[in-house]
């Protein structure tokens, strides 16, 4: 069959575009559900920053592929509400911090997530999602070539 021929329900992407929608409703649900008044975008900043400390804000948007318009919005909220700081690297770059407050956020969510993330692949095997990581893996490179 020629691709152009296809259903949408033969489309891959319409696919991962479905799943992800999903995702992000269960996602909503699950920080209202904690109580946590966050964006995936601001919940996966912090994540970051809890793994890799001291990190420019040009290098914390390229660690979670977001542009800089994207992550200086995200930034202002997280600094406003005291979960992160920004601290002057030099004259054009700012360093990025979790302060104790985002800390104490990060670990309250981090059980539950680990929860959450499982329900989200029940049912799939490690071999599974190794091969799901390299399909996405490679989408993205082939995307990120344009």
């Known amino acids: 069959m020629r691709e152009k021929d296809k259903s949408l329900n033969e ?3 319409f696919w991962m575009d ?4 999903a995702q992000r ?14 964006t995936s975008d601001q919940w996966i900043i912090l994540k970051r920053l809890s793994e890799v400390e001291n ?3 040009k290098e914390l948007a390229d660690a979670v592929s977001k542009d800089p318009a994207s992550i200086t919005r995200s930034l202002d909220i997280l600094e406003k509400n005291g979960m992160i700081e920004r601290r002057s690297a030099d004259r054009r770059s700012f360093m990025v911090l979790l302060t104790k407050q985002g800390q104490g956020l990060v670990d ?4 539950e997530a680990v929860i959450y993330r499982q329900k989200g692949i029940s049912g799939l095997s490690e071999k599974d999602m190794k091969t799901f990581k390299k399909v996405l893996d490679t989408i993205y490179i082939n995307f ?3």
């Open 144 to 146: 990120s070539r344009e």
């Open 25 to 38: 409703k269960a996602k909503n649900r699950f920080f209202k559900k904690l109580g946590v008044d966050l």
């Open 108 to 111: 309250k969510v981090i059980p």
């Open 18 to 21: 479905r799943a992800m929608k």
């Open 11 to 13: 489309v891959y992407f």
């Open 55 to 57: 990190q420019t804000q």
